[in-house]
């Protein structure tokens, strides 16, 4: 029975320790779908998200890289929380330009429906899956 207990609390606090790493994760995954929302930021037609932004940390192409955005975002703007700024970038690019850095990001709109060949649009649930996707980063 002692062992019972030493084991199942061991098993309770490792649980935890890797509960409490996760938080991100967690955080990004009810807000949307990562899987899907990676599929979003690498349409070619749609978003074009990649054509201008990195995921491995590289800034060639003219914008910040992804690559540590989950960190980064909330700490840009005071009091505002990493998903409601990634939020504010998508649809509103110019509330905040980042330093050093052009206001080039073309503001991309919410619908109800997506129409074949229109880019730049967004339907809400994609949006939450693009956010989350970006909190994996
Ligand atoms: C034409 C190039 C271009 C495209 C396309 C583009 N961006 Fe950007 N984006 C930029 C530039 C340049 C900045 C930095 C200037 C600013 O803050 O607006 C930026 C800033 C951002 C930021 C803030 C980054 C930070 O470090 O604070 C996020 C988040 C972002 N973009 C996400 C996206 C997503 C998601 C898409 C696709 C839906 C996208 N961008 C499409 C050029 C682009």
């Not at 919410?110 to 909190?135: P, R």
């Amino acid at each position: 029975m002692k062992n019972f207990l030493w084991i199942s609390s061991a098993i309770f606090i490792l649980f935890t320790i890797a509960a409490c790493n996760n938080t991100a994760t967690i955080e990004s995954q009810s807000i949307g779908d990562p899987e899907l929302g990676r599929e979003i930021f690498q349409d070619r037609y749609r978003t074009r998200c990649e054509g201008c932004h990195s995921l491995d940390g590289s800034e060639a192409r003219g914008a910040p890289t992804m690559l540590g955005i989950s960190e980064t975002a909330g700490s840009r703007v005071p009091e505002m929380s990493a998903s409601d700024y990634l939020q504010q970038s998508i649809l509103d690019p110019s509330a905040y330009i980042v330093e050093g850095y052009e206001k080039q990001m073309p503001p991309y709109k919410v619908v109800k429906e997506v129409e074949v060949g229109q880019t730049g649009i967004l339907t809400q649930e994609e949006l939450n899956n693009l956010i989350a996707f970006l909190l994996t980063q």
